[in-house]
């Protein structure tokens, strides 16, 4: 883990790969090695993912970390047919993976549970027509906490493709999730309580409770004007 935040983390896996010490530490990045890519990508998913790595504009070895294994599955998700190569579904495979890398170097929970978020859903995607809940539910999926890394992650990801660090899709991203930070996240954020739904159902604590604070607050995510107490107050009363 210290080697990838040094400033010579890319000449440093590349040494561990001639060695063949590779194998014995991350032989999953060794099935990398010679896996050709297609699209704008011009250089096999190794190299790829060491060039990646080193362009991550931060020094968490977690995130580095994640930076390097994102595209770990594409060996195994690998197919080609007449001509045209695909790596569908490879995320997921690489979600997998970096379980299993978290818990062979001993990462503490919090920081495999990192390492899994930032590579399983490093795919995301963005374009302008975009909800605001759907950005919500993007920020709910990956965690907030791990939003800036997962950004990080993805400018590394584009300057080891060949790409600028940055583009105008990604800035705008982030625009957008600074400011549905000011909406609802989690059902806490309602401007009611449990406490609210057994006053006005004239109920006892129990699953019910829960079900209509998740129903109300699935709808505030698709609609954050409507977390107001008067309308929620007269919600509960209509669902029961």
């Given at each position: ?8 983390a ?5 040494l ?13 990045m060794?099935?990398?090695v ?10 096999d998913?190794?190299h790829?993912?060491?060039d ?6 931060t ?9 390097l ?26 979600g997998?993976?970096?379980?299993q ?10 920081d ?9 859903y490093?795919?995301?995607?963005y ?11 993007f920020?709910?999926?990956?965690g ?19 790409s ?77």
């Amino acid at each position: 883990m210290k080697l990838i935040i040094t400033d010579f983390a890319v000449d440093g896996m590349k040494l561990l790969l001639s060695t063949g010490l590779l194998h014995f530490i991350l032989p999953e990045m060794e099935r990398t090695v010679g896996v050709i890519q297609a699209g704008h990508h011009t250089k096999d998913v190794w190299h790829h993912s060491v060039d990646a790595m080193g362009a991550c504009p931060t020094k968490d070895p977690v995130v580095r970390l994640a930076t390097l294994i994102h595209d770990s599955g594409k060996p195994i998700a690998f197919r080609q047919d007449q001509g045209k190569i695909t790596f569908y579904g490879h995320e997921v495979i690489s979600g997998k993976i970096a379980k299993q890398i978290g818990n062979r170097l001993h990462l503490s929970n919090l920081d495999q549970e990192r390492l899994y978020i930032l590579t399983r859903y490093h795919m995301f995607a963005y374009d302008s027509n975009m909800t605001d809940a759907a950005i919500r539910r993007f920020v709910r999926k990956v965690g907030l906490e791990n939003i800036k890394d997962m950004m990080r992650l993805r400018m590394g990801d584009r300057v080891g493709g060949g790409s600028p660090e940055t583009s105008w899709r990604l800035k705008e991203l982030n625009d957008r999730i600074e400011a549905v930070l000011y909406t609802p996240m989690q059902i806490k954020d309602l401007k009611v309580s449990g406490k609210d739904v057994m006053e006005e159902l004239s109920i006892n604590s129990g699953p019910k409770v829960g079900k209509i604070l998740q129903q109300l607050f699935n709808e505030v995510m698709e609609d954050s004007s409507k977390n107001e107490r008067e309308y929620l107050l007269n919600r509960i009363k209509k669902i029961k």
